[in-house]
């Protein structure tokens, strides 16, 4: 069976740039919303200078631009290129077509001079508008040149084939439409192929990406193992607002320091990610008891047969880490043997010390033991750096 990792890993395959045209590779990172791809892309297109400083050129810069990553040095550089790519004559008799047929630099382009007011328009009109009557067979360039008449001010455009209205729409060029974005999800899931270029391939991962961004419209009452899995593994973006103080932040609010002290604070922040998402999420799970025993599981869901133990590492050290390994294959062998509800471990560790070389191994060494389908390792994040205690 096909998991959506296994498509995203697809379409990240696809859509890399490598060998592809520079304001190809720019309009993927741009769509993409890759702005460290951008950025370098933008300084490699500035570094050419005269006449080998090619419109395609100033469409890197135009993506940069739109992105705001385009550094304030090289706005008026882009504003003189866009005056002199104006002045020039295009679809010359007995000249070969380049710039004027390739929609990916046209929209490139298009974006730099909705920022140039001192330009004449018409002209790129016009050329927008011969360049669509000479390519009009080709789905994928008629799309990109919708776009850039929209752009202009055309009302009446429409950007087809769906799955790149629905990325550049995500990119404020032109309305998102929901059909047009589950359209465009199916699309992009079904890895059909196309003769459109590694552009296509990263619109269609764009897309992608951003259905899996709408939480809100997972049903969460079918959610499967690997998507409390990849829920688990994303739980560090949590802590990002998570609120650890040098100073109130108002001046009727008190110092909030929220403290992760202990396992049953852990314990507590999965249930809170956890629980409005899964219905039967359990805490303090009683499990049958084996002879003086009476084993109880720190959190478990019953419709996937699945415990989720949670460990705290206060040490650095191997010996630390050892004794986790040590604690999670007894908690294996207790919960598991004797219980018909539930049939797997899922184990977060959360690491005080953030000793984040040992993660992978460690990792890897858990999941090598019997009944633990997943481990999470968990990070003391930098900003809740532990301060020394002074001596009174």
Same mark, same amino acid.
């Given at each position: 069976?096909?998991t959506?990792?296994?498509?995203?890993?697809?379409?990240e395959a696809?859509?890399t740039v490598?060998?592809?045209p520079?304001?190809v590779?720019?309009?993927?990172?741009w769509?993409?919303?890759d702005?460290e791809?951008?950025?370098?892309?933008v300084?490699?297109?500035s570094n050419?200078?005269?006449?080998?400083f090619l419109p395609?050129?100033?469409?890197v810069l135009?993506?940069?631009?739109?992105a705001?990553?385009?550094?304030?040095?090289l706005e008026?550089?882009?504003?003189a290129e866009?005056?002199?790519i104006s002045?020039?004559?295009?679809?010359?008799?007995?000249? %070969?077509?380049?710039?004027e047929?390739d929609?990916?630099?046209?929209l490139?382009?298009t974006?730099?001079?909705?920022s140039v007011d001192s330009?004449?328009?018409?002209?790129?009109?016009?050329?927008l508008?011969?360049s669509?009557?000479?390519?009009?067979?080709?789905?994928?360039?008629s799309g990109?040149v919708?776009a850039?008449m929209?752009?202009?001010g055309?009302?009446?455009?429409r950007?087809?084939?769906?799955d790149?209205?629905?990325?550049?729409?995500?990119?404020?060029v032109?309305?998102?439409?929901?059909?047009?974005?589950?359209q465009?999800v199916d699309?992009a899931?079904?890895l059909e192929?196309h003769?459109s270029?590694?552009?296509?391939?990263?619109v269609?991962? %764009?897309v992608?990406?951003?259905a899996l961004?709408?939480?809100?419209k997972?049903d969460f009452?079918?959610?499967s193992?690997?998507?409390?899995?990849?829920?688990?593994r994303?739980?560090?973006?949590?802590?990002?607002?998570?609120?650890?103080e040098?100073a109130p932040?108002?001046?009727?609010?008190l110092?909030?320091?929220?403290?992760?002290?202990n396992?049953?604070?852990?314990q507590?922040?999965l249930w809170?990610?956890?629980?409005?998402?899964f219905?039967?999420?359990e805490?303090e799970?009683n499990?049958?008891s084996?002879?003086h025993k009476?084993?109880r599981?720190?959190?478990?869901?019953?419709?996937m047969?699945?415990?989720i133990?949670v460990k705290?590492?206060?040490s650095?050290?191997?010996?630390?880490?050892a004794s986790?390994?040590?604690?999670v294959?007894?908690d294996?062998?207790?919960?598991?043997?004797?219980?018909r509800?539930?049939d797997?471990?899922v184990a977060?560790?959360w690491d005080?010390?953030a000793?984040?070389?040992?993660?992978e191994?460690?990792?890897?060494?858990?999941e090598?033991?019997?009944?633990?389908?997943?481990?999470?390792?968990?990070?003391r994040?930098?900003k809740m750096?532990?301060k020394?205690?002074?001596?009174h």
């Amino acid at each position: 069976m096909i998991t959506l990792s296994d498509v995203k890993a697809a379409l990240e395959a696809a859509a890399t740039v490598v060998g592809s045209p520079l304001h190809v590779a720019a309009f993927t990172a741009w769509i993409l919303r890759d702005d460290e791809a951008l950025r370098r892309l933008v300084m490699e297109a500035s570094n050419f200078q005269g006449q080998s400083f090619l419109p395609e050129h100033a469409a890197v810069l135009g993506y940069g631009l739109n992105a705001n990553v385009l550094p304030a040095g090289l706005e008026p550089k882009l504003k003189a290129e866009i005056i002199h790519i104006s002045g020039r004559t295009f679809f010359a008799p007995n000249r %070969a077509r380049r710039f004027e047929v390739d929609g990916v630099a046209l929209l490139g382009v298009t974006l730099a001079m909705a920022s140039v007011d001192s330009v004449d328009r018409g002209w790129l009109s016009n050329l927008l508008g011969q360049s669509l009557s000479e390519g009009g067979e080709d789905a994928w360039h008629s799309g990109l040149v919708s776009a850039c008449m929209i752009i202009v001010g055309d009302l009446k455009a429409r950007v087809t084939p769906v799955d790149l209205a629905a990325a550049l729409a995500l990119r404020d060029v032109g309305a998102l439409h929901d059909e047009d974005l589950r359209q465009a999800v199916d699309l992009a899931m079904r890895l059909e192929s196309h003769p459109s270029g590694v552009g296509r391939d990263a619109v269609r991962l %764009a897309v992608f990406n951003a259905a899996l961004q709408r939480q809100s419209k997972i049903d969460f009452g079918a959610a499967s193992h690997e998507d409390l899995v990849r829920i688990l593994r994303n739980l560090s973006k949590s802590m990002r607002l998570w609120r650890y103080e040098d100073a109130p932040r108002t001046a009727k609010s008190l110092l909030a320091r929220w403290e992760i002290e202990n396992e049953y604070h852990v314990q507590a922040l999965l249930w809170v990610i956890l629980a409005p998402l899964f219905a039967d999420l359990e805490d303090e799970e009683n499990l049958p008891s084996i002879g003086h025993k009476n084993p109880r599981a720190d959190l478990a869901l019953p419709s996937m047969r699945t415990i989720i133990e949670v460990k705290f590492v206060r040490s650095a050290g191997q010996a630390a880490w050892a004794s986790i390994v040590e604690e999670v294959a007894a908690d294996s062998a207790l919960y598991l043997s004797h219980s018909r509800t539930y049939d797997n471990i899922v184990a977060v560790v959360w690491d005080d010390v953030a000793h984040t070389e040992q993660h992978e191994e460690i990792k890897l060494g858990l999941e090598k033991l019997r009944g633990v389908s997943s481990a999470i390792i968990l990070s003391r994040p930098g900003k809740m750096t532990r301060k020394p205690s002074s001596s009174h």
